[in-house]
């Protein structure tokens, strides 16, 4: 999977007033379904299907939490933690 990275109108839309949540999960489905209950609940989401995604958002992005799946594909996630 190719790394993700986000374009300058994904930056430049980010509000850095609200609550932030970023979502680190290999598997699409479960992804979804958290980020829609997250943005539901007036949080902004931004899912990672890597630790590679992960820490490149966690190094362009400030976010207030985030959940991290146990076994991504590149890296276990407590490692990631």
């Known amino acids: ?4 990275s986000p374009s300058k109108e994904e ?8 609550p ?3 979502v680190c999960e290999d598997e699409e489905a479960p992804a979804y379904l958290l ?3 997250l943005s539901q609940a007036g949080y902004k989401v931004d ?3 890597t630790a590679t995604q992960a ?3 966690l190094k362009t992005k400030l976010y207030d939490a985030m959940t991290v799946d146990l076994l991504l594909p590149d890296q276990d996630g407590l490692s990631l933690l």
């Open 1 to 4: 999977m190719p790394i993700y």
């Open 11 to 18: 930056l430049s839309d980010q509000d850095l007033t609200g």
């Open 20 to 22: 932030s949540i970023l």
């Open 35 to 37: 980020k829609q209950i």
């Open 47 to 49: 899912v990672a299907y």
């Open 55 to 57: 820490r490149y958002l």
